[in-house]
């Protein structure tokens, strides 16, 4: 050691240099001001211009909760890069605060897209758990997307739905890692046990992938609804059965055909044919701007039936046809209550 | 009758830190200890005699009768071995069929056998439930490599429990990321090739929780298979992100085995097939039985596991700094000495 009077190791310390990293090319420093800056800029000037117009034409032009929509979205865009690896996701795999990140797509098409008309969100309990049974159609799951939108969305207490999906989804690269985070799980009894025991709402579509994928001169037509393991998983949890009928998914993608040799083929269930479908590439993956409506019936309550009522097979069987009566009446009643397909 | 308490304890495969910490933790809870395995042991413990034994010879079963041992632990189980897959069946199903008839022969005292299974036995498809649980298992389904020698194992080890009446408890552990596992390797990588378009749910067991298990699976009667793995999940891409590298989701889902090949070739990273699986697809165990039956709990999670790891590799980056060298210092030495003389000229 080197001794030095406090005076003298005073003097060194200012003379000391703090050496920052440099990295790389850094604009000067007026610019990165601007830089930022430019969102509060740019919001104001929004916010003029929407006034001026306002004035101008006498009506709203610009939305000015759509851009803050918009605006919110990149910023939890920003919030998701920044906060690394530290984050918990549950054992399923769903990760809430990224699911809330990018709800805000689906809210726009929601309400603007396919102009979605729910009624009966309350039945969906605001806490505990509850079986939601659904129709399914429309060749790709959005009425998944939709359901699970409107309980956020529109349910006093948002919750998130947790959905069941077909085990070849789980398969296929980027889907899996979408539904896993968002928090889907597989279609396996197993599963749906463990998520209503978790107290959470769980939607399940009986029809699967005979629902979506039926032709288009069979929509609104329920298919079987397998073997009505969905009642004898919601009795020996004792959830109740909450039914919704789903209007509008079946004419987002019109299916005309299906290439059965080709699905095998690529290990699909189906291949569809629709008007746009393959012929216009990706293009014809756009879904139809049909009108929807989501009506949630109210909750069939299995929890006063006896432990061993999810044994008898008659009694699973009756309650089955009457979840899918319940739905297929609610299709029906509100394709009466639809002015039009797409108005 | 008083409850059986372990006096004469062996422990197969104890050369490895795992096994050694076994044997440290069994040490003062039985009366003789005895370890065996085909290397020389990690470290010397008092109180254990070692004994050079294979268990893939018959020699096993004399073993375990001359030194009328009453609790056999064994964990001379591979699964993550650098070693051929011959040489991982030849040790999984005929050292575990070997100890078995040891334990089973009609004057023997074998009363607690203890056996180390692994997560890798139910394999990682995309059409498996979220969870596994104990009893999910098909003994009858095709598998490969690894996981085609545990269902052999344990397929053995239900037979053994059928006609003997030695309490056999099974303990499936889960993955485990100490320095030089192949998963700790590969998710060490600066840049991690992972399949693209997938990023699954790995669960990771602590190894103080692992033989936390085998210690009371040996010390009291808990019959039964159980799944031993850390609460909660980490996702693969949080794992790499833990670990400070950057994930490459380059490597095409299908065909893993060609991916496999690329890594070896390209950056020297043998990622076995049941491991590529599980990078594709997760795999993750339910451990309701062993919390509620074996009492066991796991301290860790799998998240506490990764960042044990993390910082097993920080403090190893801080302690060996690359000392200057003798031949540079030398070159140093010299630059500096003919300045001098330039200056002094």
């Given amino acids: 050691m080197i001794e030095t009077s406090p005076r003298e190791r005073r003097k060194n310390s200012q003379r000391a240099e703090i050496v920052a990293p440099r990295q790389g090319f850094r604009l000067p420093k007026p610019v990165r001001r ?7 800029y740019a919001l104001q000037a929004v916010g003029t211009l929407a006034t001026r117009l306002r004035e101008l034409t006498g009506r709203e032009v610009i939305d000015l909760n759509k851009v803050m929509a918009v605006v ?65 159609a429309g060749v790709l799951p959005w009425d998944g997307t939709m359901i699970k939108t409107a309980v956020f969305t529109e349910h006093p207490q948002p919750r998130h739905v947790r959905a069941l999906v077909a085990s070849q989804f789980m398969g296929m690269p980027v889907m899996s890692w979408f539904l896993r985070r968002t928090g889907q799980a597989v279609g396996h009894p197993d599963d749906t046990r463990r998520l209503l025991e978790r107290d959470e709402p769980v939607l399940v579509f009986p029809e ?69 479908w393959p012929w216009l590439g990706p293009l014809g993956m756009i879904p139809l701007p049909s009108k929807w409506r989501i009506q949630f019936h109210a909750p069939i309550d299995v929890q006063d039936l006896p432990a061993g009522a999810a044994e008898d097979q008659h009694l699973v069987m009756a309650l089955s046809d009457q979840v899918r009566d319940t739905i297929q009446r609610g299709i029906y009643d509100n394709l009466k209550l639809r002015r039009g397909v797409f108005l | 009758m008083p409850p059986f308490k372990p006096r004469r304890v062996l422990i197969t495969g104890v050369s490895n830190p795992f096994g050694a910490e076994v044997a440290r933790r069994l040490a003062p809870q039985v009366h003789q200890l005895f370890g065996c395995d085909i290397a020389d042991p990690v470290s010397a413990l008092e109180g254990m005699d070692f004994v050079h034994a294979d268990t893939r010879q018959p020699v096993i079963g004399k073993l ?101 009446e030695a309490a056999v408890t099974v303990l499936r552990l889960g993955w485990r990321v100490t320095e030089g596992t192949s998963l700790a390797r590969y998710l060490s990588l600066p840049v991690v090739p992972t399949f693209a378009g997938f990023d699954p749910r ?4 602590h190894e103080d929780d692992a033989v936390e298990a085998i210690v009371r699976a040996t010390a009291d009667h808990h019959p039964g298979v159980f799944n031993i793995a850390g609460d909660g999940v980490v996702l693969l891409s949080q794992a790499i992100g833990i670990m400070g590298g950057t994930a490459a989701p380059i490597l095409p889902p299908f065909g893993r085995w060609l991916s496999r090949l690329g890594l070896r070739l390209s950056m020297g990273v043998d990622l076995p097939a049941h491991l590529a699986d599980i990078v594709a697809f997760g795999s993750v165990m339910d451990t309701s039985r062993a919390q509620t039956e074996l009492g066991w709990k796991p301290s860790h999670t799998s998240r506490q596991a990764m960042d044990a790891l993390a910082r097993g590799k920080q403090v190893e980056l801080i302690e060996a700094p690359s000392p200057p060298q003798e031949y540079e210092l030398q070159v140093y030495l010299q630059q500096r000495r003919r300045r001098e003389l330039r200056l002094s000229n």
């Avoid at chain 1, 990760?95 to 805000?104: H, L, M, R």
């Avoid at chain 1, 001169?217 to 998983?233: D, E, I």
């Avoid at chain 2, 022969?105 to 056998?113: F, N, T």
């Avoid at chain 2, 790995?202 to 067991?205: A, E, F, N, R, V």
């Fill in chain 2, 64 to 164: 375990i009768r001359q030194l009328r041992i009453d609790t056999v632990v064994h964990l001379a189980v591979s699964i993550d071995s650098p070693r051929d897959e011959r040489a991982v069946h030849e040790t999984d199903v005929i050292g575990t069929m070997n100890v078995l008839v040891g334990c089973a022969a009609p004057s023997s005292s074998v009363r607690r056998l203890v056996v180390k299974s692994s997560q890798a036995i139910y394999g990682a498809g995309p059409h498996d439930p979220s969870f596994f649980a104990e009893d999910s298992i098909n003994f009858e389904r095709s598998a490969s490599g690894v996981t085609r020698d545990l269902l052999e194992l344990e397929q053995l080890v239900s037979e053994f429990v059928l006609r003997s």
């Fill in chain 1, 34 to 40: 601007l830089q930022r800056q430019a969102p509060m």
């Fill in chain 1, 208 to 276: 699967g992938t005979r629902g979506t994928g039926k032709g288009f001169h069979q929509r609104y037509r329920l298919r079987r609804f397998g073997r009505g393991g969905f009642v004898a998983t919601a009795i020996r949890a004792r959830a109740p059965i909450i039914p919704i009928s789903v209007v509008g998914s079946e004419e987002i993608y019109p299916m005309v055909g299906d290439l059965r040799p080709v699905a095998r083929l690529l290990g699909l269930p189906y291949f569809p044919v629709t008007p746009f």
């Fill in chain 1, 72 to 136: 919110q979205f990149i910023y939890q865009q920003r919030e998701l890069a920044r906060r690394g690896p530290n984050y918990a996701v549950d054992d399923f795999g769903f990760d809430p605060q990224w699911t809330e990140a990018f709800i805000g797509v689906f809210k726009a098409l929601y309400r603007d897209y396919w102009r979605v008309e729910t009624t009966g969100v309350e039945h969906v309990p605001a806490t505990g758990r509850a079986l939601l049974v659904a129709n399914h």
């Fill in chain 2, 202 to 205: 790995l669960q990771l067991l």
